[in-house]
């Protein structure tokens, strides 16, 4: 495939919506429960709360923590920062206690942003912090319509209206009142190795490393989306944005891609069955998004029977592995509803802000992540060499292109083990995820590195199991680890969610075997298989492997304690 060179806009994020914001001010920007937000009005709604930021001392360089779910507060401070120069420091509202103590620390945020319902947490959280921090507090139900506020109220939110309750503490509303409108901002103009955004590695091994991200790279995200569509990405076209805005998928493409372009972002602070059925049908959104498990749970929701999903123009998959298996049932799934196209899945890290990878749109190979994007270069390597190998041959995967990070916060020493610049004089973004890229330049996506299986000396991907596993028609999803074990090193267990209704464990436990007799070579096939309601899951909805290894090592623990 031709390179292809690309124009990226030398600009900030707010400059490329406020661009949108002259060329469609009576277009909607972002619809929260039904209330459309028009771009004009989505512009002076930034420029208000960069005024509020701007009154109470923030400026340039200054770190601001975004703790909220996709509603419009978010949506208004993050590029209100970026108006300043500010920067975002996006992190989950469901994250522990001690996780927004360790967040606020590292990124030393002057003011946290979170709503209501979590203040208390966030209060809690400051104990640990080493700095004064402003907490602002955003109200759900000042963004709904009027005749949703009395119940929201009486339901849920009466019990947070004594919140905040502390003199470092004020509302999102009263803090918006404190910028003077008639006060000039301060000019920023555009570096291209300014951080603008700090987002966090998942901390699946270890503890989250903050990934610091530019305008120049979000914008050339958002460009870049735009020419790998086989029609034009603009105005009028509508994204249901349910991924969180924490998540590189979730604000890189759910958000400010469709912002860049001068779309509509339909807001879901949560992914739920009813409200996710509901807005498909009645919102008729052309673009949908998320991860594996939403797709899964798509399969099965009854309210979707019937509906009509023509209006669907890109279904995108991405943050994990799209197995072959439910690949094949979800685009069945969508051509039975009237959909004309399938499911293409995305690869990428929130080092490079999400998608970086995609599969084309006419052309599926399977078990391929799809053909880099346009101006991003992929290349394998011998794990731990800097040593390029030929096609078809398996190793780390490497990438480079203008969405790569700038580094990691404050940790130089993982910055040059991650990115490393080669004899080319380019700047290559070591992913730690094993694959291949075949003749064409398709890329295959592996394993992570560190979740390789080892048992007596063969290399086993849990991803390949689980796919085998995934096809028996009586699963839902499963997922695969490793066990220490004195004579293998590792031996493999598999643990398998059954779809509802299902209730024969043995029924389909030979089944399972069955297929992996088949399928999967003797030293992989799992020595056990465990059958559970449900799997834990990480906060943007992957199973949780790492969880299970805990689960399975304090098992281990205690059985040897009880030996002894």
Known sequence: MAETQLQYPLKTMYEAIAAMVQEFPEDTAYEFYGVKTKYKRFGEKILQAARAFAANGIGKGDRVTICLPNVPQAIDCFYALDRIGAVANMIHPLSAEKEISFYLNISKSKMILTVDMFYEKVEAALKEVDHPVTVLVA???????LYMRPVYVAKAGRKYLQFPNTDHAQTWKDFLKTGNPQEKLPEIQFERERTSVILYSGGTSGTPK???????????????CREVLPFEFKNGLKMLSCMPMFHGFGLGVNIHTVLFHGATCILMPTFNHKTYAKALIKKKPNFIAGVPTIFEALLHIQDLDGADLSHLKGVFCGGDSLSVELKKK?????AEHGSTVPI????????????SCLTPYNRYKEGSIGLPFPDTQYAIVRPGTDDVLHPGEEGEIILSGPSVMLGYLDNEEETKETLRTLSDGKTWLYTGDLGYMDEEGFVYFKQRIKRMIITNGYNVYPGQIENVIDSVPEIAYSCVIGIPDERRGQKVKAFCVMRD?????EMVRNKVKEAMSKHVAKYAIPREIEFRKE??????GKVAYRKLEEEEEARRRGETAEQA
């Open 344 to 355: 293409q899945e995305g690869y990428g890290l929130t080092e490079c802000v999400t998608a």
């Open 501 to 505: 209704g299902v209730t024969d464990e």
């Open 330 to 334: 979800v685009d069945a799934f969508l």
């Open 139 to 145: 109200r759900m139900q000042d963004e709904l319509p």
């Open 535 to 540: 799997l834990p899951k990480t906060l943007v």
């Open 210 to 224: 903050g990934i610091c991200l530019s305008d120049y790279n979000m914008n050339a995200l958002a460009r870049q």
